[in-house]
Each structure stands twice: as structure tokens, then as C-alpha cells.
């Protein structure tokens, strides 16, 4: 088995911060500090939340293509959750020109439009197989958040979600790395998880799934667990269906032979770490997730401190 480093950070478009956490101002050369942190990473597969893609906030930068370059990434994709400028206090001004998903990667960089968008990507130095995105529908309302650089709580409405998967080529065989930023709503990011658990079902496992989940402790392995247990109980109806309408239509009831079905390991978190706030991290919105990875394939477990974002990077050695 080769030893990969698996990881994800919330990018918060970039934002260079001091050391108390408070924003600071973009360089001369605006992808420098967010080059500089991916490099360091040194990472295998990366996923990326809150991208930015030919922003004026960010200095015009196609984030995904730094960020790839800086990896040195064989492919990458951007899901872009929508298109569009940011808005004080208000979330987002959407441009009409553009609705639904939209998926860049390195054949766009120099050819896609330069409107502007913000959401989601998965790097990647190994061969890929296969690509899938989806997008999220926000939730119709927003709560009161702390924002960096404003004081107390600031009502932030909800924002459109992106998630893109792909199946890998390791040394051990394929396996489906998930990246994903889900909404802060309570209630809506679980729903949206156990959805990434039905989306990816037809994909080969092992599965990992990356990204800030806004979501804390044992919540989310146990919402992907609920959603695989619901999967093979609907999966075994479905079956005994069948076989009751061959019986009815034939009279006859064939001989059931069974079969040893692989053991799988339940959904864990192969790294449990503070990831938030950057400057001093309290809780953990970042998660990597994983099925059918032994324990002891998991090496060493980080999150270093950057000079982007509000999140710490979560960083894990893995043998896959």
C-alpha cells in the first residue's frame, strides 16, 4: 500500500489573517499566501471549501489552478455553487447569466469565462477515473454568526453548496474521495450529508469524505452510518420484493444460498482535532471521514497553522 497524505481546508477565499485572527491585507501577488499554504501541505489529495474563482475580493485569482499548481495536482475540478459577488450583510448578488453548476478544471484555465464565483474543489496527484458534482439548494433562512472583523453576531443568510467526487487510483486498488462544504443550518447540513452518502452508493469503496461539515463530534459518522444502514435495509426490501413477485408468478420458490458477505469497517473519523478558529482552535468543523479503512492504515493525524483562512487545514497520512 502507498502512504498518502489526505487533506481538507476551508479557504475562506483566501484570507490572509494576522495573528490575533483578524483579517489582514492581500499581498501584491494575492495567490502568494494561499500558494505558499497548499505547498506546505505537501498533500495527496486536497479538498477545498469557500473557493474563490476571478473574485475582486481575492485579487482575480482562479484559487483552484494555485492551489493546483502549488500541489502539484495530475487533475483537479471546481465546482462553483454559484456565480456571482459578494454582498455585504445581504450574502450574495447572483449573476442571471449564470444558474445552476458549473465544473471547471485544467482544460477551463485559460479558456472558461472569467465571471465570478465561489465554491468547492478536490485536487488530486493520482489518477482519476471518475468525476461527479452536485449542488445544494440554501437554506430558506440564515442565522446570526460571528463574521472576522465585525463585532458580535452578524445575520448571515444561507448559501447555495457544492460536493464533487472522484474515484481514485491507489496502489491497493480504487477508492472514492468526497469533498464538500455544507450549510451551517442545523438540521439542513445533516440532510445534505446523508444525501452524499445515496449520491456516491454506486461508486467502489473505500470511501473517504472530506470538508467542513459544520457539523461537531460524533454527529457526522453517525448521519453517514444511519444513511448506510438505511441504504442496505432498502436494498434487502428490494430483494425480498422481487422474490415474493417470482414466487407469485412462477409457484416456485428457489433455494437461497448464502454467501459470506464482506466485513466492513462503520464509518469513523481518522483524525479528531480542533480546526476552529485558526488562531485558536476550539472546535472541530472539519472532518475526514472514512468506510472501509482499516484503523491501522491511519499514520500521523495535523492541523498546522496557516496565514489563510479562519480553519486550520486537517491533514492525515493514510495507507490506501
Known amino acids: 500500500m502507498r502512504h498518502l497524505r489526505i487533506a481538507t481546508y476551508n479557504l475562506l477565499h483566501g484570507q490572509p489573517l494576522a495573528a490575533d485572527g483578524s483579517p489582514a491585507l492581500f499581498p501584491a501577488e494575492p495567490g502568494a499566501p494561499l500558494a505558499e499554504a497548499v505547498a506546505d501541505l505537501d498533500a495527496d489529495v486536497l479538498a477545498l471549501q469557500e473557493v474563490d474563482r476571478h473574485q475582486e475580493r481575492s485579487g482575480l485569482v482562479d484559487q483552484a489552478a494555485v492551489a493546483a499548481k502549488a500541489m502539484g495536482a495530475a487533475d483537479w475540478r471546481f465546482a462553483a455553487a454559484l456565480h456571482g459577488t459578494p454582498a455585504p450583510l445581504s450574502g450574495w448578488l447572483p449573476d442571471p447569466s449564470v444558474s445552476g453548476l458549473q465544473v471547471y478544471g485544467p482544460a477551463e484555465v485559460d479558456t472558461a469565462t472569467g465571471q465570478p464565483s465561489y465554491g468547492t474543489a478536490l485536487l488530486t496527484r493520482l489518477p482519476v477515473r471518475h468525476w461527479r458534482a452536485r449542488r445544494f439548494a440554501p437554506a430558506p433562512f440564515g442565522l446570526p454568526l460571528k463574521v472576522a472583523g465585525r463585532r458580535g453576531l452578524t445575520q448571515v443568510p444561507d448559501e447555495p453548496r457544492a460536493a464533487l467526487a472522484a474515484v481514485l487510483e491507489g496502489s491497493g486498488g480504487p477508492f472514492t474521495v468526497v469533498a464538500a462544504h455544507l450549510s451551517f443550518v442545523p438540521g439542513w447540513n445533516v440532510a445534505q450529508l446523508a444525501a452524499i452518502r445515496r449520491w456516491i452508493a454506486d461508486l467502489p469503496q473505500p470511501y473517504l469524505v472530506l470538508g467542513d461539515f459544520n457539523l461537531i463530534g460524533a454527529v457526522p459518522r453517525t448521519v453517514l452510518g444511519s444513511a448506510s444502514a438505511i441504504e442496505r435495509t432498502t436494498s434487502r426490501e428490494r430483494v425480498r420484493a422481487a422474490r415474493q413477485a417470482r414466487t407469485a408468478r412462477t409457484g416456485l420458490r428457489r433455494r437461497r444460498v448464502r454467501e459470506p458477505r464482506p466485513r466492513l469497517q462503520g464509518w469513523y473519523d481518522l483524525a479528531r482535532t480542533p480546526t476552529y478558529p485558526s488562531h485558536r482552535p476550539a472546535v472541530q468543523f472539519d472532518h475526514i471521514l472514512g468506510i472501509g479503512v482499516?484503523?491501522?492504515?491511519?499514520?500521523?493525524?495535523?492541523?498546522?497553522?496557516?496565514?489563510?483562512?479562519?480553519?486550520?487545514?486537517?491533514?492525515?497520512d493514510v495507507a490506501l
Open 294 to 316: 482499516p484503523r491501522t492504515a491511519v499514520g500521523s493525524v495535523s492541523a498546522p497553522r496557516a496565514e489563510v483562512s479562519d480553519h486550520r487545514p486537517l491533514v492525515v
